[in-house]
């Protein structure tokens, strides 16, 4: 605590210094923004001041004017749909109007503001390799959560386990190796769990930025894969109070969700409240038919309170999400194929029948979970001259049940809950010659309790806290930009005796038996990242980026000892573990015109330590069981990860693209035999393509009017984890997918929003290698291993807009 004490007040008393000097002021912006193509007015453009979190919109006659701002230099963003985006600095103490010309999208790659190391910046300006995911491109795509909305980006993978969970994974790495930002905070939802998904409601989330690798340093260590930013909805412009109203179908799995939003900038006071429900029953395919125990219901209320004036900002969120899953066990009936449910005949659990019939049935199966998620965060920004201090103060508890007895189904097994307290302070210095600075302190505070009858994880404390520094300069073409941080993490699990009724008792107690051990284990490590971007030219630019990464082992990798009824097997950690640093290499290359961009993106990265689980057996080959479950155990090795994205969008016409992007990752386990030679749950090569027409732009009925046909190509994976059983070869197969949106105007303005999609339009049957259900039981029926992922699904949404 004396550490971190010490490093805010060398802080704030920069701050008091630099607030003596240069005072904020008052600012103001008026203009018109015209559309390049024949010189119109253009009617709700969207003017945003990111590191303000400031903006307003266009009226009737393509005039905005925004007040009310810091007289400092900072930068805005200027975006309309179907338009390129236009990013400029603005020097508010000496502009006072901007007028822009706004020009029809092509192919060439859009302008986009994203969160960089000293601050706001542009992607092509930014050394490590990322991916933005806009609001239009998750409000087109059909997807059973926030994760699977993304999925198909480049680089992006997903571990799932049925349709409700599904983990993140970057370039080959998963778990606690992908940090999940939201809120402005780490998302603390215990992600060493197979099945623990992320807590967040899919309806919340404006916009995602996705940096792959551990280039980024200020948001803690752990992020080795790289960090998944989800944004919220911007600021509305002030004296604007507007709702809207979402609702979406499909077919597969009966998904209906529907979703509810107010929002309002009253004198800057700031509000924004939103409401999403969400259930699906058993999805399907030609395989399995319904598969039982892979419904969920899903609900979440979040909430935006604020202030905004020249000085800054304060805004206090609040969430709260519940998720109520199915888990898949695969057990299946041998004479029909069909999967077992668990009944109860005369108060007694009897013989388990088979669920054909009741794969449409939206209430929750045996077993299933309950997971909640609540989260209360302050996030304040304070303008200090030309720089800006930063603070974020979150609160985080999350309750993860398992129920699992047929006798008992209110009655849970495994109960987490984990409390955690998420601290960030850091100030943006006053540019020096051209040069940015930022230096900070964060980390947070972890407490564990185990409130079930079950244990899979001790009891535990967690303390966390890292120093950063991090700067950049233009040099004209050349940008460079890079920063070093200091981690130190301290684990304390609680050692915990049961007796032979599997209850807690003190450790003097006659027939205890120790389940888990009293441990204490201290991990410290650096951070750091260097690199640049160049343009060569107008058209060509190209990023190198070396960076050094560092992750301490998570508490079910030091001492899980019991059965996880969500991962069907024994899981065992290992308190000897050292903690992952690795060296990171990127480089990239990229072109953009109006007829065609194109980027390459390459990766090395050697880990040292790559911590992992494999399946135990004897010495004749043979699964340990523990409690009648195959028995997995955490160990660790130096690996070797290659790879890279690449991506074109062709525009003949102009309004057609053609998307093609492609994703490869090598993951190699160092000075090992062919068995054990590949890293577990390294996702196969994949290939996307996108053929979309545009078929009305700027229409008075119909607006931004579109045709999509895709597909999704995973290619065969046989680098796999061979030994002990623990992977097998996943065939390959492709995907074929449809969609087609418009807006529906009236006089200028949206009135509705609609889509319609259709995936996997030839309802094929597959197995992608990152699923977990794919080392199921087996159908003795047909012989098939495993469970096999959605069939064909049909998607419709509508998202009506509503103002005040």
């Not at 038919?289 to 979440?300: I, M, N, T």
């Amino acid at each position: 605590m004396k550490y971190i004490y010490v490093c805010i007040v060398i802080l704030l008393l920069s701050f008091e210094v630099v607030m003596a000097n240069t005072p904020a002021g008052n600012g103001s912006l008026k203009g018109k923004v015209t559309d390049g193509a024949d010189g119109s007015a253009l009617i709700g453009v969207n003017l945003y001041f990111p590191e303000l979190k400031q903006g307003t919109v266009t009226d009737n006659q393509g005039n905005y004017s925004i007040v009310g701002l810091p007289a400092i230099k900072t930068t805005l963003q200027v975006s309309y749909l179907g338009h390129q985006t236009i990013v400029q600095e603005v020097d508010l103490k000496n502009i006072k109007s901007l007028d822009f010309v706004l020009k029809e999208s092509d192919a060439a790659i859009n302008e986009v503001v994203i969160t960089a190391l000293t601050g706001n910046s542009l992607i092509k300006k930014t050394p490590s390799p990322i991916s933005y995911v806009s609001k239009r491109d998750l409000e087109e795509t059909a997807s059973t959560n926030i994760i699977d909305a993304i999925a198909k980006q480049p680089g992006v993978s997903q571990i799932t386990t049925g349709g409700s969970i599904s983990k993140p994974v970057i370039r080959g790495l998963g778990y606690n190796r992908v940090v999940v930002v939201n809120d402005g905070v780490r998302q603390e939802g215990q992600q060493w769990g197979d099945e623990h998904g992320i807590e967040i409601d899919p309806q919340s989330v404006n916009s995602v930025e996705i940096l792959k690798g551990p280039a980024s340093l200020m948001y803690g260590s752990d992020a080795m894969a790289g960090v998944i930013n989800f944004q919220s909805d911007p600021i509305l412009p002030e004296g604007s109070v507007k709702a809207n109203v979402a609702t979406e179908y499909q077919t597969n799995n009966g998904l209906f969700n529907y979703s509810v939003n107010t929002a309002g900038n009253k004198n800057g006071f700031l509000w924004n409240w939103r409401y999403s429900d969400k259930m699906a029953h058993s999805y399907q395919n030609k395989y399995d038919g319904y598969v039982y125990g892979s419904g969920f219901r899903e609900r979440a209320l979040s909430g935006l309170l604020g202030i905004s004036r020249n000085w800054g900002y304060s805004h206090l969120t609040f969430d709260y999400y519940h998720l109520t899953p199915g888990i898949v066990e695969g057990e299946r009936d041998d004479e029909t194929g069909g999967f077992l449910k668990p009944v109860v005949i005369n108060g007694e659990e009897g013989e388990a029948v088979a669920t054909d019939k009741d794969g449409k049935s939206y209430s929750h199966p045996m077993p299933y979970q309950q997971i909640y998620h609540y989260k209360a965060v302050l996030n304040n920004n304070i303008i200090i001259g030309e720089g800006n201090l930063r603070t974020i103060i979150g609160y985080q508890q999350n309750r993860r049940q398992e129920f699992e007895d047929v006798l008992s189904p209110n009655n849970y097994g495994l109960y987490f809950q984990l409390h955690t307290i998420n601290y960030d302070v850091r100030y943006s210095f006053p540019a020096i010659a051209g040069y940015k600075f930022v230096a900070g302190v964060n980390g947070m505070y972890q407490k564990s309790l185990n409130k079930g009858s079950e244990f899979l994880i001790p009891e535990y404390n967690l303390f966390d806290t890292g120093m950063f520094f991090l700067g950049s300069r233009n040099f004209g073409k050349l940008d460079v930009s890079g920063g070093l941080r200091y981690d130190r993490r301290s684990t304390h699990g609680k050692s915990l005796y049961l007796n032979s009724n599997e209850e807690v008792v003190n450790k003097n107690s006659a027939g205890a038996e120790q389940k888990f051990a009293n441990f204490s284990r201290h991990f410290q490590g650096i951070s750091a990242s260097l690199g640049l971007t160049y343009q060569i030219s107008d058209s060509w630019h190209t990023k190198l980026n070396i960076s050094r990464g560092f992750r301490a082992p998570n508490i079910s990798e030091l001492a899980s000892n019991g059965v996880h009824e969500g991962t069907i097997r024994y899981e065992k950690g290992n308190t000897g573990l050292t903690a992952e640093n690795s060296w990171q290499a990127d480089w990239g290359v990229g072109y953009s015109s109006s007829f065609i961009s194109a980027e390459i993106s390459l990766f090395a990265n050697r880990i040292n330590n790559y911590i992992f689980s494999h399946k135990l057996t004897d010495s004749n080959g043979e699964d340990i069981l523990t409690d009648g479950y195959q028995t997995y155990q955490f160990v660790s090795g130096d690996a070797r990860i290659l790879g890279g994205e690449a991506s074109i969008d062709i525009h003949p016409v102009e309004r057609l693209h053609f998307q093609n992007t492609f994703s490869y990752v090598n993951s190699v386990q160092l000075n090992q035999p062919d068995s054990t030679k590949y890293l577990p749950f390294t996702p196969a090569p994949k290939w996307t393509s996108d053929l979309r027409y545009d078929l009305i732009r700027h229409g008075e009925i119909l607006n931004n009017t579109y045709v999509s046909f895709g597909l999704e190509c995973n290619l065969r994976q046989d680098h796999i984890y061979s030994a002990f059983g623990t992977e097998t070869i996943t065939p390959s197969y492709t995907l074929l997918n449809a969609s087609i949106g418009t807006d529906l105007m009236h006089k200028g303005r949206k009135l509705a929003s609609l889509y319609f999609t259709a995936n996997n339009l030839t309802d094929k049957a597959y197995q992608n290698h990152l699923s977990r259900l794919k080392y199921a039981d087996e159908n003795q029926l047909t012989g098939r291993q495993g469970v096999y992922n959605m069939g064909r699904n049909f998607s419709v949404k509508l998202i009506v807009p509503l103002s005040f």
